[in-house]
Structure formats: structure tokens, C-alpha cells
């Protein structure tokens, strides 16, 4: 039996399934049978990007599902910024996803291909980018569009010159890494958190923290369910990933257990501001 999932308002009046599936690194057979199987329990959000390069296989796998059930995302790398190459780009994704629309497009990096971290055309090549994003929504190409790994700085020089304000910010959070500067501007901002990387990527000082596995222990949970639903709690869309269909189905079975607020504080206690994957910190 397909899980019922909730639901979050974005800030433009979309609903986004709180639990996505992320395609990262997955190609072929193998993620073929992932987000098949992935959609047969229950899951209806499905997390893609160009630099995937999966979004012919996800296009055929989605195509028997009511299109209007699924909320699909895709990503403009750095090397397919600025106004044209994006507006284009996005035409290719809504093709290669064989598809009339997308629920979501961000733009996937702060930086540009060929600038140097500190270059600051940076910034207005981004603000070319996201003209073409707010030209796609208003020709009913995206319904949603927002930014991800983008820290404060980078939304603020957005910000002051957009039309539309993202209704989502997809950056790295688990109990490791809580940048609590951006999420106060973002809640501040109506600007939704989506966490990928949920699970830090398996890191061994996270998951065999004894508090962390104590705490799986006594809520009758695993180690991933227990992160996952620290993120649910705190108001994040959460992004795992797996091609295991065991662990495609545990990380939707959420609802069998509770967090108490000491549990939330243990693993809020746990903060390193520690990247997993990658850091923009550098990016002008």
C-alpha cells in the first residue's frame, strides 16, 4: 500500500510533498528501478537536475502517473547560466521529462562555470538566470522556482533586484550542519528549506554518535528514520536517496514514532556547521 504523505504551502501558494526522492548519481537500470519503485510506495516528489543527467529515464518512468499527483524538480547547473542558456535549458529538461511543465526549477550553485569563486559578474549572471526562471513561471512552464545552496549573501543580492521571491532554498542540512544564520533569514523570508543530504551521507561521527543511536534505539527506529524525522520536525522538505529498496521504504515509513523536544535538543546539541558535500562559503 502506497504511504500518504503531507504536504507543505510554498510561499506562492504550490504544495511540495515534505519527503522528495533524490536521483543524485543515479543513472540506467539502477535508477530506473529506484524511482519505480519509489512511486509505487508512496512517493509523488521526485528531485532531479540537468547535471544528473537522468531525466530522460525519470521522464519514461513518471509517464503512467497522473502528471498532476507528482511534483517534479529540476536544476540549472553553472555551466547553463544566464538568461538564454537557462530559458533553453528548461525547455530541454520539460522535454527530456516528456512533460508540459516542471513543479519546480532551481537554480543548483551560487557560482558559474568559467568565473572564479570571487568574480562578482557572479552575482548578475545569476540575476540573468533567475529573470529567465520568473519569464518560465510566467508562461506556466514552472509553477515554483527557487535556488539552491545559496547563503544569505546570495539571496540578499537576489532578493534586491527580483521579481519573485524563491520559494525554496535546496541546501545541505542534517544535525552535523545547521546553519541557523540562514534558516532564520529564510523563515523570516517565506523562503522554504529543503534538505539534501539528509543523512549527511552516512558520515561514521554521525551515526554512531551514541546519543543518535540511543535515540533510534528507544523510538524503535533507525538511524535515517530518526534524522529524517528531526527534519520533518523542524519544517524541512527532506531529500534521501537510496537504490535499496528496503531503505526507499523505510525512508517514507516515518510515522510509527514520535521525537520528544529532548530528543530534537539532543540532536539540535549536535551542530558542527560540518559539509558533507559542498560549500559556497567562497562564492561572491
Not at 5 to 34: D, N, V
Not at 234 to 247: A, H, M, Q, Y
Not at 249 to 261: G, R, V
Request: contains cysteine; charged residues 20%; hydrophobic residues 35%.
Amino acid at each position: 500500500m502506497a504511504i500518504l504523505q503531507k504536504s507543505i504551502l510554498l510561499r506562492s501558494g504550490i504544495e511540495i510533498p515534505q519527503i522528495g526522492f533524490g536521483t543524485y548519481q543515479m543513472k540506467g537500470p539502477p535508477c530506473e528501478s529506484a524511482v519505480e519503485y519509489a512511486l509505487s510506495v508512496g512517493y509523488r516528489h521526485i528531485d532531479t537536475a540537468i547535471f544528473y543527467q537522468n531525466e530522460r529515464i525519470i521522464g519514461r518512468v513518471i509517464k503512467p502517473y497522473e502528471r498532476q499527483k507528482l511534483f517534479i524538480t529540476s536544476k540549472i547547473p553553472p555551466n547553463l547560466q544566464g538568461y538564454d542558456t537557462a530559458y533553453n535549458a528548461v525547455l530541454s529538461s520539460i522535454e527530456n521529462l516528456d512533460t508540459d511543465y516542471l513543479d519546480l526549477v532551481l537554480i543548483h550553485w551560487p557560482g558559474v562555470s568559467g568565473n572564479s569563486p570571487n568574480d562578482p559578474k557572479n552575482a548578475q549572471t545569476r540575476l540573468n538566470t533567475w529573470r529567465a526562471l520568473e519569464q518560465l513561471k510566467k508562461e506556466n512552464k514552472i509553477r515554483s522556482i527557487g535556488v539552491s545552496n545559496f547563503l544569505v549573501s546570495h539571496l540578499r543580492k537576489l532578493m534586491d533586484h527580483a521579481e519573485i521571491i524563491p520559494d525554496i532554498n535546496q541546501v545541505e542540512y542534517h544535525p552535523l550542519c545547521q546553519n541557523q544564520n540562514l534558516l532564520e533569514f529564510c523563515k523570516e523570508n517565506h523562503i522554504q528549506i529543503e534538505a539534501y543530504s539528509p543523512l549527511a551521507r552516512g558520515n561514521e561521527q554521525l551515526w554512531s554518535n551514541r546519543d543518535v543511536v540511543r535515540i533510534a534505539r528507544e523510538r524503535s527506529a533507525t538511524i535515517a528514520q530518526v534524522l529524517l524525522k528531526w527534519g520533518i520536525n523542524k519544517g524541512f522538505v527532506v531529500l534521501p536517496k537510496s537504490v535499496t529498496r528496503e531503505r526507499i521504504l523505510e525512508n517514507i515509513q516515518l510515522d510509527h514514532f514520535e521525537l520528544s523536544e529532548h530528543d530534537m535538543e539532543t540532536l539540535e546539541n549536535l551542530n558542527q556547521d560540518l559539509h558533507t558535500c559542498w560549500n559556497p562559503v567562497n562564492i561572491l
